[in-house]
């Protein structure tokens, strides 16, 4: 079966330090996997995505990038932390195009201090 | 562009009841999928039930189903005899043809009294 992991699951980071959030999917192969952020008590916004390794996609201009060295790893940076970088960080997985369903990671609780 | 709405920001329902959960959408696709997923509190996003724009039947996945009404636009969920553990967060969310990416609503928190 597919799992998903993410880490770290919590983080507290002084403004300006630079940020790395990984994120592997195990049990699939050439998954699309996305980065998406949470603000308190809001829905999900999604900020990159990526169909293939070198492939991103960003969805919103930002003080954010990711990666996908490996088919099954995916990896959220940043160089220098903003205190409007706090928030719920998930990743998900899908496979193939249409309306296939996305499956969440358990997330990564980002404190900018 | 898309976009998902959700217009209960909070439902309070007691244990056993059935509890529907508005979601209307904005869309001028033909041909589109939409999609609802719980939160709970820890944080996890998981996924509930599918229906796609040219299904004709509602629909259902255990104690969930989909109450789809293309012509209002609306993707309403229904949850029939509701536990203490449904006690969440509940996002509705819809996606292109084609495309990789999720549309969110702003979620509902429902609370289930014992």
């Known amino acids: 079966s597919q799992t998903i992991h993410q880490w770290p699951a919590t983080l507290v980071q002084p403004v300006g330090s630079p940020l790395s959030l990984e994120c592997t999917v195990e049990g699939t192969s050439n998954p699309n996997l996305y980065w998406y952020r949470q603000a308190a008590g809001r829905g999900l916004q999604l900020l990159f995505y990526?169909?293939?390794?070198?492939?991103i996609s960003s969805e919103v201009p930002q003080n954010l990038s990711a990666s996908r060295p490996q088919d099954r790893q995916f990896i959220l940076s940043s160089k220098k932390l903003l205190l409007s970088d706090s928030g719920f960080y998930l990743c998900?997985?899908?496979?193939?195009?249409?309306?296939?369903?996305?499956?969440f990671g358990p997330g990564t609780r980002l404190t900018v201090l | 562009a898309q976009k998902i709405t959700q217009t209960q920001p909070g439902m309070f329902v007691q244990e056993k009841e059935a509890v529907t959960l508005d979601c209307t959408y904005d869309t001028s696709d033909q041909s589109y999928g939409l999609f609802w997923y719980k939160q709970p509190s820890s944080g996890e996003m998981i996924f509930l039930i599918y229906?796609?724009?040219?299904?004709?039947q509602n629909a259902t996945e255990g104690r969930y189903s989909l109450n789809f009404q293309k012509a209002r636009k609306s993707a309403n969920l229904v949850i029939s005899a509701s536990q203490l553990g449904d006690s969440a967060m509940y996002f509705c969310a819809m996606s292109r043809e084609g495309a990789q990416k999720l549309v969110f609503g702003q979620g509902t928190r429902l609370t289930i009294n014992p």
């Open positions: 229906q796609g724009s040219y299904d004709e």
């Open positions: 990526s169909v293939g390794i070198g492939q």
């Open positions: 998900a997985w899908s496979v193939g195009l249409g309306y296939n369903e996305q499956f």
